[in-house]
C-alpha cells in the first residue's frame, strides 16, 4: 500500500511517496511563493503530483495524499482558514482543489501532528502508546499521541503545545498572548537571549562564535557552553529550565511514556538530551512518585512531516 506524504511549509512543499512499512520510495519537491495566489501554487503541485505519479508508474496504486499544513484549518472539510507563512491560502479548500486535480483523496492535518504521527508509527516513538512529539524550531509545535493514536482535540484544533503558559505576564509571544512556553523554548527565543547576552557581555566567547558562523542561531550558546564560556553556559542553563519547566507540565497533563524532541535546538543531541533528562529528574517527573518519562530525539528528521502525512492515509 503506497500514500503520498506532503509537507507545507513557508518557502517550500516536500513530497514523498511511502509505504504502509514507513519506506519512502521518492521525494519531490516544489518551490512555493507566498505572494502568488492559491490558485496557481496548487494547481503547480497537482501537475507535480501527477508527474510524480506518473515517472514512477504509481498509475491506480495510491491509495491517497495526506497534507500536513501549518496554520488553523477545517481539517474534515479541507479548509485553510488561517494560514501563517502562505496567507494568500487563507479561506481557500485545499483537500477539493487538489483532488479535483489529481483525482486521488486528500486527508489533512496540522503539520507538527502529522509529525507526531510519523514518529510514533515508524520513528523514535514507535515502541511507545502514548507519547508527545515537542519541535524546537523557529516556535514550538507539537502533537500528542495516545494510545497510538493522534490526538488533537475539539474540531481538531487543540494539541497547541507550543502556547501553554509557564510565566504569567511574561514574554510577549507571536500568538498574542504572554508568557507562551513557545516565547522561551523555542530556538528564536534562544537566539534572541543569546543576542541579548552578547550585548550585555561582548567580551564573551560568543562574540567570536558568531564571527564563526557568520550570524547567531541556535547553536551559538552550545558552542560556546562546551568550551567552557560562563555566559554560553548560563543561556544553556536557562533554556534548560525553561525547557525542562514546559515538559514537566507535559509529564503531568498527560503522563506519556515518552517525550520526544525535535527541530533545530534538538540537533545537540545527547549534550541537550541528558541535561533534560537530570532537570526532569531533579523534579521527579512532575510529581514524586510518579513514572519516569523517556526523552528522545526525533529519529526521522525532516522526513517525519512527509511520512506523517502518509499516515493520514495509510491508518485511517
Known sequence: MIAIGIDIGGTSIKGAFVTDKGEILHRFSLKVSKDSPFEVEIKKLSDLINKEIKD????????????????????????????????????????????????????????????????????????????????????????????????DGHLHQGAELGHMIIKMNGRECGCGRKGCFEAYASATALIKDTKAMMKRHPESLLTVIEKELNGVDARNAFMAAKRGDKYGKKLVNNYISYLGEGLLNYCN????????????????????????????????????????????ISSLGYDSGKIGAACLVLFE
Do not use: C, Q
Request: aromatic letters at 6%; zero cysteines; charged letters at 20%.
Open 56 to 151: 514512477n508508474h504509481l498509475e491506480g496504486k495510491i491509495k491517497g495524499i495526506g497534507i500536513g499544513n501549518p496554520g488553523i484549518m477545517d481539517m474534515d472539510e479541507g479548509l485553510i482558514i488561517e494560514s501563517p507563512n502562505l496567507p494568500s491560502w487563507n479561506n481557500h479548500n485545499l483537500k477539493k482543489e487538489i483532488e479535483k486535480h489529481v483525482g486521488i483523496p486528500v486527508k489533512l492535518n496540522n503539520d507538527a501532528n502529522v509529525a507526531a504521527l510519523g514518529e510514533a508509527k515508524f520513528g523514535s516513538g514507535h515502541k511507545y502508546k502514548d507519547l508527545i512529539m515537542i519541535t524546537l524550531g523557529t516556535g514550538v509545535g507539537g502533537g500528542v499521541i495516545i494510545n497510538g493514536k493522534l490526538f
Open 253 to 296: 497533563i498527560f503522563r506519556p511514556e515518552a517525550i520526544i524532541l525535535s527541530g533545530g535546538v534538538a540537533n545537540e543531541g545527547e549534550y541537550l538530551i541528558s541535561r533534560v533528562k537530570k532537570y526532569l529528574a531533579k523534579h521527579h517527573y512532575g510529581m514524586k512518585g510518579s513514572p519516569e518519562v523517556d526523552i528522545v
